[in-house]
Structure formats: C-alpha cells, structure tokens
C-alpha cells in the first residue's frame, strides 16, 4: 500500500462554494486533496474527485477505501457538503425532514467513523462545517437549525470521547455566505409559506450584514485543521457576536435584538 509523502485531505461537496473554495486552498498549501461530488460532469482542477452521495453509506466507504488504497494516509476530514431546507414547520413534509437529518447529520457522524482509523494513525483532524443556526434558531429555519445543532452536539461529543486520543475535532461555524448555496435551497412541500413567512426567513446574502465570501471561510476550515491545539469552536463572521449575546443576555432582551438585527 503506498504511502503519500505529503498530506491529504477529504473535503466533501467540493464542487462550489465553500468546499470548492477549501479544495484550492489546501491544494495550494501542497495538500493532496480528494474531495466528493455528487455528479463527476463538472471536474475540480488538482483534486481527486470522487462521486458519492452523502446519504448512501456504500459511497462514503468507498471514498475512505479509495484514499486508503491510494494515498495509505488520511491528515484531515472537512465534512462540509449539505443543504438548507426552510419553512416554518407545518410547511415540511415528513421525507424533507428525514432527508435534511439524513444529509446533515448522518452522513458526516457515518463519514467521521469510517474515517477515523485513518485519521487516528496520522493523528489527524475532523472538522465539520457548522452554521450561524447551529448556535441559535431562526424563524423558518427549524428543521436546518435541527441539523446543525445536531452536528454541534456531535463533535462536542467527539471531542471529549477522544480527548486523550490522536484525533481532534473542530466545528466551523459562519454566518451566511454569499454563495449559490442559497440558491439550492429546499421548501415544505406540504404548503406554500406566505410572503410574510418568507420575509421572516429572508436569506442572509440578500442582507448587506451577512457578506461573508467563501475565501473567508476556507481560510478559519483550514486554520482549523492545522491547528494542533484544543479549540473545538471557530466562529466566522456574526456568529460570536449572536453567540455572545445568547449567553450573557436575558432571553427577553436576546430575542428582541435577534429580531432587531437578525430577522
């Protein structure tokens, strides 16, 4: 089996945005970078692409065999690829719900323990894309807020089960991004929601306070994997502000300032 004399990263969903991004940025810090794509019709330059879809454990399995097969190592896991699905609650059907769970949570807690035989021999870091709404809830955002909390919870977890191991864990967590991200995003399909409940949930890059660029957030994902200490959290962008705020304020006095400044 050889064995890459340099380091490799899987980054999943590297076809646009944020993973895209991630992918040119460790490949041009000498990293070996294999990153999946739901399609293989768009290819991703210097990157070992790879065809998976998150919600089909076979795929991931094969991905984390390929990259023992090939590269005999595995540095760091960005488990980044997901989506939105908004609504208010009575707006989503049962299947959009599992699926949103399904993408956001299970794929990567299933692609973080596939993985982690490998990361462990090179002491390696798993870091996992968090959001804004893994920190606090959004109107209309219940079920996408739901699987980042989730995710949250998972790498906290993680983070504590291996605290005496090799391996460390990391949660990025932005506020919105200006990417086609948001032009992806999933309705309930049960009803349609009412220009009011989707002024509510406006998106954040339709918001001149929610700008981040992808290159922002590639850069704090691959701080977060290098760094060799014990920080489990990187905010970016308003996130530490909101989280500030959610812990040393009343909850009255939160929620007003979330509806001031967030909603």
């Keep these: 089996m050889p064995v890459s004399n340099k380091p490799v990263v899987l980054i999943t969903g590297v076809s646009g945005g944020i993973g895209n991004a991630t992918a040119r ?3 041009a810090n000498g990293w070996l970078v294999v990153g999946t794509v739901r399609s293989v019709r768009g290819r991703v330059a210097r990157v070992d692409v790879q065809p998976a879809e998150m919600t089909r454990p076979a795929d991931l399995a094969r991905v984390v065999h390929h990259i023992e097969r090939q590269y005999g190592r595995l540095d760091a896991l960005i488990c980044n690829a997901g989506y939105a699905l908004l609504g208010p609650l009575d707006t989503l059907g049962y299947a959009q719900m599992r699926d949103q769970l399904a993408t956001n949570v299970l794929a990567p807690a299933e692609l973080t323990r596939l993985a982690l035989p490998l990361l462990m ?5 798993a870091v ?3 959001s804004l709404v893994g920190r606090t809830g959004l109107p209309g955002y219940s079920l996408y807020a739901a699987s980042k909390h989730a995710v949250e919870g998972l790498y906290e977890s993680l ?3 291996y605290a005496a191991g090799p391996v460390r864990f990391r949660l990025v967590e932005p506020s919105g991004v200006n990417t086609a991200f948001w032009t992806a995003i999933k309705r309930g399909m049960v009803r349609k929601a009412s ?10 890059p339709n918001r001149a306070d929610h700008n981040l660029t992808a290159e922002q957030v590639a850069a704090v994902i691959y701080r977060a994997a290098c760094d060799r200490g014990v920080k489990l959290r990187y905010p970016v962008g308003h996130t530490r502000r909101v989280d500030l705020a959610k812990r040393l304020l009343p909850e009255r006095l939160y929620r007003r300032l979330l ?3 967030i909603i």
């Design 25 to 27: 940025l460790f490949t």
């Design 121 to 125: 021999k090179c002491s390696g870091t």
């Design 128 to 130: 996992a894309v968090s």
């Design 159 to 161: 983070a504590l089960e």
């Design 195 to 204: 220009t009011g409940e989707l002024h509510r949930m406006d998106t954040p």
């Design 259 to 261: 509806h001031r400044f």
